[in-house]
Structures are given as C-alpha cells and as structure tokens.
C-alpha cells in the first residue's frame, strides 16, 4: 500500500513555461517532505524540501507547496529548461534521521 | 567535496552466490542508509546506521540481507544466497546525525545488481 503516490508517470513541456509536478500522501505521521531529482544512471539528488509547518518554501526556480488538509504537494518550475528533464521523486518523513519514503516518480521532459 | 561514493557500479553474479556492496559515505555524515530500487519503482528503504549500530533494520526483505558499518564510516551491504528477484539498483545515503540530524539524505550513484 504506498503511502506516497505520484499519480502521473510523465509530464512534458516546453521551455521557458511551468512544470507542476504533483505527489499524494497518506499518512498525517509525515512531518518533512522532499524533491529528489535523478539522471539516468545517477543517485537521486536532493531539490528542495518543506517542513509540515509550512505550506511554500522557494528556493531559485524551484518553489513546493504543501496542502496538508488535502495531503498534497507539488513541485512548480520556472521557467522549466531543457536541463531539468530527469525524473522527479517525491520522498516523506516522519522524523529527522528516519528512512524516507519515495513516490514512483514522474519523468519530466523540457522540449527546446 | 567528495560525494557518497559506491562499489563497484556494476555487479552480476549468478543465482545462489554471496555479493558484499560497499558504500562509502560524505565525511563526517553519522547517518548511513541503504536504499534498493526496482525499475519503475521509488527507492524502498532497507536499513539505517546511526554510527555503528543498525538504528532501524525494519526494511531488510528476510535474513538473507545482513549490512554492517563497523567503524562508523564504510558500510557493507551483503546478501547471501542470491535470487534472480534481488536484481535491482542498491542505493547508499548519508546524512548529518548525531546532535542534529537531518532530513536531507545525500545519494550515491548506487550498485546495479544483476543476479543471472
């Protein structure tokens, strides 16, 4: 049973617009979510992340928000670049130091 | 700085054989963790080291997975008799511990493993 779902398994765009990428959760335990972006044959790489306790954290082009009530985040780009065509995981946690918990991931394409 | 760094890349060995992966974490990280990840899947978490000793060992599939971190840096992920289902990228993460842990894990570029 996952408790963190990314719905949509692809998303393709053009330069220069927005990427919203989106994720669902299910357990109200988690206290700390995060954005993992991983290049074929590379280890996932840490993005950007958010604490339960706020709903926006922005960081450059890269901005998450939270909806706790509905147990949603999502990953917005801007303006999405060619460069940022990897997959997209979304990870929980309900504890500093605890595992994480990822989605399936979506793939993202920026199309020049 | 050096990165999570992982050994080998690459390892297939045949059903029923013993493989050790090693996995070396940023210095000064007290936190290590291994991760394994099936095509089409997220990373599924399997063990986490707060120093030396195994702090949560709940994501290890059965008895046939064991891992060890005996000087509180390198850690070694083994699984003995392997199966063809064990075929899977095994990804190793660091992070800060200790006083203030941290949420953010820091990935290696992981061990592909091919069990034939």
């Known amino acids: 049973d996952q408790q963190v779902k990314q719905n949509s398994p692809s998303l393709s765009v053009q330069e220069g617009r927005i990427s919203i990428l989106n994720c669902d959760y299910t357990?109200?335990?988690?206290?700390?979510f995060l954005w993992y972006k991983k290049y074929p044959a590379e280890g996932p790489t840490f993005l950007i992340s958010?604490?339960?306790i706020k709903d926006k954290n922005e960081d450059g082009r890269f901005t998450v928000f939270l909806n706790k009530s509905a147990k949603h985040l999502s990953l917005h780009i801007v303006p999405s670049q060619p460069g940022d065509s990897a997959v997209y995981f979304c990870?929980?946690?309900w504890g500093a130091g605890t595992a994480l918990i990822f989605g399936k991931g979506t793939t993202l394409s920026v199309s020049s | 700085g050096a990165g999570v760094s992982q050994t080998p890349s690459n390892k297939v060995t045949e059903k029923g054989k013993y493989v050790e992966l090693r996995c070396d974490p940023i210095?000064?990280?007290?936190?290590l963790y291994w991760y394994r990840q099936s095509l089409g899947q997220g990373p599924e978490f399997l063990i986490y080291?707060?120093?030396?000793?195994?702090?949560?060992d709940s994501g290890l599939p059965n008895d046939r997975f064991f891992a060890v971190r005996p000087e509180g840096s390198v850690s070694t992920l083994k699984i003995q008799r392997t199966e063809r289902g064990d075929s899977a990228v095994y990804l190793c993460?660091?992070?800060?511990?200790?006083?203030?842990?941290?949420?953010?894990?820091?990935f290696g570029p992981g061990t592909r493993l091919t069990v034939t």
């Open positions: 993460a660091s992070s800060l511990g200790g006083q203030g842990p941290s949420y953010e894990q820091y």
């Open positions: 210095s000064g990280h007290t936190a």
């Open positions: 080291f707060q120093g030396t000793g195994a702090a949560d």
């Open positions: 357990n109200s335990m988690f206290d700390y």
């Open positions: 958010i604490s339960s």
């Open positions: 990870a929980a946690s």
